[in-house]
């Protein structure tokens, strides 16, 4: 769940981040172009006179467009007449071929090679027409391979003349021809059609028939071809048909024919296409500095999601902490990835937010499937100041982002772990669970705020931002762990469920002095160490102080109120004291931090 969670924020904010950077190009295009028209009439103008003094010119420019107009519709015309043509054809061909049939004129090995050698001469008639029809050579080649591939089918379906491993090795015979000609010609459309007939094979032969190995093989060796060809053609967009093939063979072979037997293999399977799917994208990213497009995106997290997906589903729960430890090293594998695009294509900013956000999210789902109540926000934190570390060492502003999601996560599983707790006879006061895991995420906050402080952020703002907020977050958490400990102390002296006056007016007033000491100590901490947004919190925490004092009075007893009130205004005159006697300097240190 919490790998899905991470996997549709990052999605979603790549496609918005992707339809913002289109419109920006967009803008610029526009902008040239406004540019170019405003300047051409200027240009032009000198010229005017004699062009409107020439109507034998003026006239033949109107001409000229006409012409060009009608040899574009007569082109268009006749593509649309050749197309008509060769399909007519080829239905008057079918039409023959299936009276032929019926009539037993032709027998079923005829049928086959007659179908074979149609698939050759039109593949071949394809090629000698490609130097000057090059449509009509990719229409002509295209067609033929189909021919060929259902030709090789129908030996094994509709004739049984041969077996399913003979027709099987037909089709790759079949493909590797469309593959080499689409390669050799320069043609996307030919290498499409080889592919889908290529992953089509397996699913017409019938997994069973070939057997799991042979399918896990062939759909390896047939992925691993397109990214070699994508890697030296440049064709994007092909690794979506191995995407696709391979996804709908294994999954229905999944769901239909899994057992535990097959457990080994599976996972050696689904790492394979892992990383091929993976490389796909990182090489051009990565190698070419190109910026990742949006099939990269859905590449990356197709791919990273489904392989989650079947580990989760054949591993969980019997062998849990191998899904575990798998999710570690695979979150390194990103974060190394992650490391390296950032290294050498810094430029591209979403990129260098999704990679980190694929690795915190293995990383984090390792988590709860590993352990369970506190230890699930102790590991967050921990994770957190890695990803800190990470971000300090790069200056990579996607592991920044990635350890304030993380660190958010942390506290939401302690406060539930908090909500949760159930007090026993075993505890004690500041030695116990809630208390430890409230200063553990006072630690790593005030770690965190220290990076910030020790190397920066991607601006001056976002430092400022980050030190303020992790740093109030810290004392909100102390101040709450404090009290929370005073307040089951007092509750530890109660009696059964009699509820003691004196001993609840003393947790008030003890809570109270707490609290005064706390912004006493804020404000000296931010007095002295120039930090104004540690001042401010002190003087805050006074002025909450203060309307408590005021609130417990009305059920504190006579001698609680004379000492609440006495210890708080003791306390708020010490700090006034120091604010009047410095506040020379007090300005000082608010004037440089306004600028």
Partial sequence: MYFILFLVILVAFIHQNNRIGKLEESIKKSGKVAVKSTEQPLQAAPAAPAVSSSPVLTQAIPAANSVKSDISSEEVSGRILGRIGIAAVIIGVAFFLKYAFDNNWVGPEGRVAIGILIGIAVMGMGQYLRKKYLQYSDLLMGGGL?????????????????????????????????????????????????????????????????????????????????????????????????????????????????????????????????????????????????????????????????????????????YKHYVSLGSVLVAGFYILIALIAYKENSSDRTLNVFLPGLAVSFLTVAVPIEFSGPWIAAWWFVEAVVLYILASSSSSRGFQIMGVIVYICGLFDLFYYLITFRKTAEFVVFFNGPFVMIMMAVVVAYAIAFMYYRYGSASTEIQQRGLSVFVLMANILTLYAFTTQITAYYELQQIGDITNTQIRNWSNTSVSVLWALYAAMLTSVGFAKRFVTVRYMGLTLFMITAFKVVVDIWSLGEIYRIISFIVFGIIALSASFVYVKYRDRLKGIDNTSNQ
């Fill in 146 to 318: 189909a021919i060929l591939y259902v030709s090789v089918f129908s030996s094994y379906a509709l004739y049984h003349l041969v077996d399913p491993m003979f027709a099987f090795m037909g089709m790759i015979v079949v493909t590797a021809i469309g593959v080499f000609l689409s390669i050799a010609n320069a043609t996307v459309v030919l290498s499409y059609i080889a592919f889908i007939g290529a992953f089509l094979s397996p699913v017409l032969i019938g997994v069973t028939n070939l057997g799991e190995f042979i399918t896990f093989t062939y759909i390896t060796i047939l992925n691993a071809g397109i990214l070699g060809i994508l890697l030296y053609k440049r064709w994007t967009n092909l690794i979506l048909c191995g995407l696709v093939g391979t996804w709908f063979i294994f999954g229905t072979w999944m769901v239909a024919l899994y057992t535990n037997e097959m457990l080994i293999p599976t996972l050696l399977f689904v790492l394979v296409q892992f990383l091929i799917f993976t490389a796909s994208s990182v090489f051009r990213i990565i190698v070419e500095k190109a910026k990742a497009v949006e099939i990269d995106y859905f590449v990356m997290t197709t791919t990273a999601l489904s392989f989650a997906l079947v580990c989760y589903q054949i591993l969980m729960p019997e």
